[in-house]
C-alpha cells in the first residue's frame, strides 16, 4: 500500500519475488475470545477506501469528500512505520469523522526474520510471543490516543516473506497470534493486512486458526473493486463483513482541485469506532 514502510519500487520487486494468490480466514468468531456481550457492537463500511502514507490534511479529505471513497486507512503506528504523520492527531480523526469519513487504523509492527533488508523491528523465534504482546499494548495506545475507541479493530501489517521457510512462519504467526490476543485484551478487534501470495496466504492456509485475525485485508493488484470475485479461499472464510481487498496501487487522482497518490481498496470490514 502507498503507505507502506517499504518504498514502492521495493515493493514491486518484493511481489514480484514472492508470486500471487489472496488471502481468507474465520470471520467475527475468531475476532474474540470473550462474550460477544462484552464488546462493543463493530462498526462497519462497505464501499470504496484508500490508503497512503502520510494522512493527508484536513483540508484535502474536505476536498476529497466527494461520495467516491468512503473510508480511508492511517498508520497509527509501531517502528516499521514508513512516513512521519504531521496531520495525524485527535483532533484531526474528530474532523474527519464528523466529515463523514471512516477510518481503518493500521500498524506497522515487527517483520519476519528471513524477510530481506533492514527494519528497524524484527521478529524472531525466540522474540516473537513477547514483541508480539508489546506491539499488540502499543497499538492499543496508539489508537486509543488518536481517538479511535474500543470495539475499534487494529490492522497488523505484514510485509511479504518466504513463507516456505517453515520456522520463519512459524515464528510470524506466534507474533500474530500474541498481537491478536493482546488487543482482544483491550477490547479492540483484530485485522491483518498481507499479500496474498505471502504474508495474508499463512493466515489463510494455517491450520490451525486459534488467535488468528477475523478480519483479512489482501493485496493482490487485479485491478477489481471487489471481495468477493476474487476471493481463492472459500466463500465460508473471512464472511459477515471481515475483508478488504487492495486492488490498486499508485493511482494518481485528483478531487475537490487536490490531487493524491493513493492505493484503491474494495472494503466489507470493520473500522474505527469514533467520536
Known amino acids: 500500500m502507498a503507505g507502506h514502510r517499504q518504498s514502492k519500487k521495493r515493493r514491486y520487486i518484493t511481489w514480484g519475488a514472492v508470486g500471487a494468490a489472496v488471502v481468507a480466514g474465520a470471520g467475527i468468531a475468531a ?13 462497519t463500511f462497505t464501499g470504496r477506501a484508500f490508503d497512503t502514507c ?21 498508520y497509527v503506528g509501531g517502528k516499521n512505520r514508513g512516513c512521519a504523520q504531521p496531520n495525524l492527531t485527535a483532533s484531526w480523526v474528530k474532523s474527519v469523522s464528523s466529515l463523514g469519513w471512516k477510518l481503518i487504523p493500521i500498524y506497522v509492527g515487527a517483520q519476519p526474520p528471513c524477510q530481506s533488508g533492514s527494519n528497524p523491528e524484527k521478529l524472531t523465534a ?18 486509543s490516543a488518536l481517538g479511535m475507541k474500543a470495539g475499534s479493530p487494529v490492522y497488523l501489517d505484514m510485509e511479504a516473506y518466504d513463507v ?29 493486512y498481507g499479500f496474498s501470495s505471502s504474508s495474508a496466504k499463512a493466515i489463510a492456509t494455517a491450520k490451525d486458526k486459534t488467535d488468528l485475525p477475523g478480519n483479512l485485508w489482501y493485496a493482490l493488484w ?4 471487489a471481495t468477493t470475485a476474487d476471493w481463492p479461499w472459500g466463500a465460508s472464510q473471512f464472511t459477515n463483513h471481515s475483508r478488504g481487498h487492495q486492488y490498486m496501487v499508485n493511482s494518481k487522482e485528483t478531487y475537490g482541485g487536490v490531487t493524491l497518490t493513493v492505493d484503491r481498496d474494495a472494503w466489507d470490514a470493520p473500522v474505527a469506532i469514533t467520536g
Open 126 to 143: 525466540s522474540t516473537a510471543a513477547s514483541l508480539g504482546a508489546k506491539d499488540a499494548a502499543d497499538a492499543v495506545a496508539k489508537a
Open 31 to 43: 475476532q474474540t475470545s470473550m462474550a460477544a456481550t462484552a464488546w462493543p457492537a463493530q462498526k
Open 222 to 225: 487485479d485491478k477489481q473493486n
Open 54 to 74: 502520510t494522512a493527508p490534511s484536513l483540508s484535502a479529505m474536505k476536498a476529497w469528500h466527494t461520495g467516491f471513497y468512503g473510508a480511508a486507512a492511517v
Open 164 to 192: 516456505g521457510n517453515k520456522a520463519c512462519n512459524d515464528a510470524v504467526l506466534t507474533y500474530v497470534r500474541a498481537f491478536d490476543k493482546g488487543l482482544r485484551v483491550k477490547t479492540y478487534r483484530s485485522g491483518y
